[in-house]
């Protein structure tokens, strides 16, 4: 496992943006698939984006697709998940997970390690 650590996340009015980062002390980051999941009060935890260990390969949910981009770079030791065109209903607790040399799932349990989260709240 790898310990996490999310930033980035902020209040924001709707169609702003927001950078999201999620990087590690404790090991090198360009050997993990990173995943961005969320949680909105209430609801449970769903899949945002994911970009796979090697940088060629990226998933979207739906609901994201054209307004969110996951990127890593790997000097930084750093993946980010920028954020266009928010709306009220991307706020959520936002958290980053890894797995070691993974192919891309969309399901929480294929990551064994998680960030604390990091609030993102969109005013309308």
């Known amino acids: 496992q790898v310990q996490l650590v999310e930033s980035g996340g902020g209040l924001v009015e709707a169609g702003g943006s927001l950078r999201l980062s999620c990087t590690t002390s404790?090991?090198?980051?360009?050997?993990?698939?990173v995943a961005w999941f969320r949680q909105a009060e209430g609801k449970e935890r769903s899949f945002v984006a994911a970009i796979d260990w090697s940088a060629r390969s990226a998933n979207y949910a739906d609901s994201v697709k054209g307004r969110f981009t996951a990127s890593r770079e790997n000097a930084r030791n750093t993946v980010y998940l920028q954020m266009n065109g928010l709306k009220p209903e991307d706020t959520a607790v936002y958290y980053c997970a890894a797995a070691r040399f993974s192919v891309i799932t969309m399901t929480p349990r294929g990551y064994n390690s998680w960030g604390q989260g990091t609030q993102v709240t969109v005013s309308s």
């Open positions: 404790t090991s090198s980051l360009s050997r993990y698939t």
